[in-house]
């Protein structure tokens, strides 16, 4: 099980807003992050704490956070953002935890 | 350019170890923190190590907390993973990563391709 929990799947249209949640009671206390993984290659970080987005990713990835749920929102998603998408926070002191991970299908 | 390679995984039987290395290049490897993820084949991903800039602290999972030790050399830019006791469930892609911190998170700002472990008889 998970302490970070988030859909196995969300499907979108090309165009439209792709909202992916995360929740968990450390994520009130504690930044998330988000890393999207395509078929076959390593993992990209796409958000950081919370919000924060990585030189050279996209602005249509943004982040956000209200309690103890984070939502990564991909506005006019693209066939390329076909993807997995993980969330990431700490799980107790010194360790660090990741959701199940959520597949974005592009229909 | 920053680049992390992994090598060192291949196939082991059930209680056996293997060394994971990971060379690293393209950035001041002595200033940050690196990190082992693993993923499961079809799985998601999970974190299983963590070591310091300077390797003076580390931390594990509970899942491989006294099989698995962590350990870098910063005079070659490099970073390990002796990996013993194997089970099975620790048949898995393992991922070497550059590691950031903020607030008392670790997180992950550049994965390697990875080196996949297997174990079976």
């Known amino acids: 099980s998970y302490e970070l929990t988030q859909p196995p799947s969300v499907s979108v249209s090309p165009g439209q807003t792709a909202r992916i949640t995360c929740s968990g009671d450390?994520?009130?206390?504690?930044?998330a992050y988000w890393y999207q993984q395509k078929p076959g290659q390593a993992p990209v970080l796409v958000i950081y704490?919370?919000?924060e987005r990585p030189s050279g990713i996209p602005e249509r990835f943004s982040g956000s956070s209200s309690g103890t749920e984070v939502t990564l929102t991909i506005s006019g998603v693209q066939a390329e953002d076909e993807a997995d998408y993980y969330c990431?926070?700490?799980?107790?002191?010194?360790?660090?935890?990741f959701g199940g991970g959520t597949k974005l299908t592009v229909l | 350019e920053v680049q992390l390679l992994e090598s060192g995984g291949g196939l082991v039987q059930p209680g056996g170890s293997l060394r994971l290395s990971c060379a690293a290049s393209?950035?001041?490897?002595?200033?940050?923190?690196m990190s082992w993820v693993r993923q499961a084949p079809g799985k998601g991903l999970e974190w299983v190590s963590t070591?310091?800039?300077?390797?003076?602290?580390?931390y594990y999972a509970d899942s491989v907390k006294g099989r698995f030790t962590i350990s870098r050399d910063n005079s070659k830019n490099t970073l390990s993973l002796l990996v013993s006791s194997l089970r099975a469930d620790d048949t898995a892609e393992y991922y070497c990563?550059?590691?950031?911190?903020?607030?008392?998170?670790?997180?992950?700002?550049?994965w390697g391709q990875g080196t996949l472990v297997t174990v079976s008889s």
């Open positions: 990563v550059k590691t950031l911190v903020s607030v008392a998170i670790y997180y992950f700002d550049f």
């Open positions: 393209g950035f001041s490897f002595s200033s940050y923190a």
């Open positions: 070591i310091s800039d300077n390797g003076g602290s580390t």
């Open positions: 450390v994520l009130a206390k504690q930044y």
């Open positions: 704490k919370d919000s």
């Open positions: 990431q926070s700490a799980d107790s002191s010194d360790t660090w935890v």
